[in-house]
């Protein structure tokens, strides 16, 4: 019951009214916000306190890694948050309150859950202030002793219990809205926070980031798309990798500065999303901007004046903080890119059929009216580039259509879907013009191509032959447990029927009892009204026979 989080709804409450986060929404433009506004200016938190500079920002910091994470979410929905908000939530992406170098050190020496050395063994040069902190981890710049300049990773100390505390406030707010509201049943919230609380507890183990860094990294070996830094060493809480020349992709003056074609970068960004989601089936889900970098060359500053500096090749994405990855089974995988190419080429009765026979929608589901609705919603993108198309207000609207036709939407196409608002996001920033259908269609119809191709197919199956060979031993014994299932199966439901032949007896006796009981109750009701002395008599024996029915 969300009662019993009282305490931490206590403390959200006073520090938004400790630094007066109301007085940074506007009212007028958003009037269902007027109660929380109210709410806000009850605390005595509040009483006396005005409008304060970075309010947002710093009340969130307090509040948790969990409302950071929402933060770096709305911190890319420019169309969505106020520009002066904005200003705000940006700086949580790598400028969020560090913790003392004292703590990282500590980190870093421990020898359970760091890596067990002394600082002067493991690094030549440690700078101790930190180059980025954010709302997992911060990170501090080093030299390793053979001269390789390195980053290094170390989580906030305490902050699991934080979390998990949070996340079992959310995961009643999650049961309270899917008891009541049935657009949160048909995206199945309650298993997309357990997902993601576990995605964030994985998170906190910095050793899974290197060995998903790792895999990005010979996904893209060689790669003129993107770069990923090489990771030399990791423990529970300390990641030590790679240093990297980049700037985040927020920074789009940058790019202008240094000469870079933004719509090219804006393509090979998309052309990333989907290599991850449909060759490699392992995309990066917390795409925010403080997650994304852009090569840059090794300059000391960039000046309003300075010339275009050559890289020496295409500037190339940075890949960093692989913590959160998603994946699609192989059915997903292929039912998603075929919807999404059914939808680029205007087919939306392709599309729905896609989905019914995904199961995705009920047997008695209108096809026909889910159809125009998709087709309503999902067919004015089409023509739009990026910076016309409102990936937010569409993903409501597809939500609410879901929850119209008692559509189930699986919990990881839910993370998919919130990587494509942060890449939509992106995209917007960097290069508004982008048609995202154009490049993603060509990317789509080659994969799907390779999938269905049948000597692709037929390739597997000769791979697979002798695992299928070997378990065609144990088709005997399988038969054999099917035999004995069934014969079990047939003396369950003869024991079945008997007893719904006994309850339904018991049923027949009731019934026949109440009609006695009733028979008898007016008769005696009867007589005692005609008896005049004696009815005490009968009136008791109504009662006796009222009695000995509910006791019987």
């Known amino acids: 019951m969300l009662l019993s989080h009282r305490a931490r709804l206590l403390e959200l409450w006073r520090i938004a009214a400790t630094y007066r ?72 992406q790598d400028k969020v309150k560090p913790f003392d170098a004292d703590t990282a050190i500590a980190q ?14 493991l690094f030549a040069r440690f700078d101790v202030k930190p180059l980025a902190a954010a709302s997992i981890a911060q990170v501090h710049t080093a030299a390793l002793h053979d001269g390789r300049e ?38 199945h919230i309650i298993d997309i926070v357990e997902d993601y609380r576990q995605v964030m507890l994985n998170e906190l183990d ?6 998903n860094t790792t895999q990005m990294r010979n996904n893209f070996l060689g790669s003129a798309l993107m770069y990923v830094p090489e990771v030399y060493d990791a423990a529970k809480n300390v990641m030590i990798m790679e240093r990297i020349q980049g700037v985040p992709i927020s920074q789009v003056e940058v790019f202008d500065k240094l000469g870079y074609d933004r719509a ?21 889900a917390d795409m925010h901007p403080g997650n994304v970098f852009v090569e840059t060359p090794p300059v000391k500053a960039l000046t309003a004046d300075m010339p275009a500096v050559d890289l020496g090749h295409e500037p190339r994405y940075i890949g960093l903080d692989c913590a959160i990855m998603g994946t699609l089974s192989k059915d997903d995988q292929l039912i998603v890119a075929r919807m999404l190419l059914a939808v680029m080429n205007n087919n939306f009765t392709a599309m729905v059929d896609i989905v019914s026979r995904a199961g995705w929608i009920p047997p008695n589901t209108d096809k026909h009216a889910l159809m125009r609705d998709m087709k309503r919603t999902v067919g004015p993108m089409l023509q739009k580039s990026i910076n016309d198309i409102d990936f937010a207000g569409v993903l409501m609207q597809i939500l609410d259509i879901a929850r119209r036709h008692h559509m189930s939407i699986p919990p990881q196409l839910m993370l998919l879907l919130k990587t494509l608002v942060h890449v939509e996001g992106l995209g917007r920033d960097l290069y508004p013009d982008l048609d995202i259908w154009s490049l993603a269609k060509p990317i789509l119809s080659s994969w799907i191509k390779e999938q269905l191709d049948p000597m692709r197919n037929l390739q597997q199956l000769r791979q697979q032959l002798p695992e299928i060979l070997l378990s065609t031993t144990d088709i005997p014994k399988l038969l054999d447990q099917g035999l004995q299932s069934l014969a079990m199966q047939g003396s369950r439901q003869d024991s079945q029927l008997r007893e719904i032949q006994q309850i339904r007896a018991d049923l027949l006796n009731d019934r026949r009892r109440d009609w006695i009981a009733l028979a008898g109750f007016a008769v005696f009701i009867a007589i005692a009204t ?21 006791l019987a």
């Open 21 to 92: 986060i109301d007085t940074h929404f506007s009212v007028e433009e958003a009037p269902q916000l007027q109660p929380l506004v109210r709410l806000i200016r009850l605390h005595p938190a509040a009483w006396g306190k005005k409008h304060q500079p970075n309010a947002i920002k710093y009340a969130l910091e307090d509040m948790g890694t969990l409302f950071l994470k929402l933060g770096q979410l709305l911190s890319t929905r420019r169309d969505l948050v106020p520009p002066e908000i904005i200003e705000q939530l940006v700086q949580l």
């Open 108 to 121: 870093i020496q421990d020898p359970k859950h760091g890596l067990g050395h002394s600082i002067d063994t």
């Open 150 to 187: 390195v980053v290094v990773k170390v989580v906030r100390p305490n902050i699991r219990t934080t979390i998990v505390a949070d996340f079992e406030l959310l995961r009643e707010l999650a049961n309270w809205a899917s008891a009541r509201i049935e657009a949160a049943r048909a995206v």
């Open 206 to 211: 910095l050793t899974l980031e290197a060995d």
């Open 264 to 284: 090219t970068l804006a393509k090979k960004g998309l052309t990333i999303f989907f290599t991850q989601v449909f060759r490699d089936n392992f995309f990066h």
């Open 530 to 550: 005609q008896v005049g002395w004696l009815a005490p008599i009968f009136y008791l024996l109504a009662v006796i026979v009222v009695v000995w029915r509910i």
